[in-house]
């Protein structure tokens, strides 16, 4: 079974733009959720999805958005990026979202903002 | 404010020696905890858990210990192998909670041949 995949694995940025992340789950995954880590910070929940649905939300600005399509396959949108955005954002499926469900964590996306 | 923290962030031991790797939460909602590892490059990677319903939990090498009472948690790894170096997270959730799953910044392990 395939694991989580997220692309792209690098990406540079300029302060301002805009972008979005992709994250597919394992088959079979209905929920999919999003971390941010810093080194300051270490992983923090952006927010989750369960059948097209946000479900959950962490401390984040409004400028960190998300969906999940139909397939549970899932974006996350960051706009007018600022310096302190550059982390490591990581994508975690699970069945069903439940707090004891193990969620499985994709190898993440770099994300460098300049 | 930190509800899951790692006070430790390095811990280097010797290969067949035992490693202990700590974490304490304030949360006292938090009633499922997990422990992932991480080597770089990759995604945190689950290894073990243990329900507040329990005290104990043990997979092969690896065995948690939770002490509610003190919000403590701990991982043990015996013996230890250099394969095992890694940064370890401490992680909790609460049934129903909003935030999902909350980790502590991690302690870096160095397992030495």
């Known amino acids: 079974k395939a694991g989580v995949t997220q692309t792209p694995r690098y990406l540079i940025k300029t302060r301002g733009q805009q972008v979005t992340l992709s994250c597919s789950p394992i088959s079979g995954h209905r929920s999919v959720s999003w971390y941010q880590q810093t080194p300051g910070q270490g992983l923090q929940f952006l927010f989750e999805?369960?059948?097209?649905?946000?479900?959950n939300k962490g401390n984040f600005p409004g400028r960190f958005s998300g969906r999940q399509f139909s397939n549970s396959r899932s974006e996350m949108n960051v706009s007018t990026l600022e310096l302190g955005d550059s982390a490591l954002y990581l994508c975690a499926s699970s069945l069903d979202g439940r707090s004891t469900d193990t969620q499985y964590f994709g190898p993440g996306t770099r994300l460098t903002v300049l | 404010d930190q509800q899951v923290k790692q006070n430790s962030p390095s811990l280097s031991v010797q290969e067949g020696r035992i490693s202990i790797l700590n974490c304490d939460y304030t949360?006292?909602?938090?009633?499922?905890f997990l422990w992932y590892k991480k080597y770089p490059a990759e995604g945190p990677t689950f290894l073990i858990s243990i329900s507040s319903i329990k005290d104990k939990n043990e997979d092969g090498r690896f065995t948690v210990f939770l002490n509610k009472s003190a919000k403590h948690l701990s991982l043990h790894i015996v013996p230890s192998q250099p394969g095992d170096s890694a940064v370890y997270f401490c992680?909790?959730?609460?049934?129903?909670?909003?935030?999902?799953?909350?980790f502590g910044k991690g302690t870096k392990l160095t397992v030495n041949p």
């Open positions: 992680a909790a959730s609460a049934w129903g909670g909003s935030e999902k799953l909350v």
């Open positions: 999805y369960f059948s097209e649905t946000q479900r």
């Open positions: 949360n006292s909602m938090f009633d499922y």
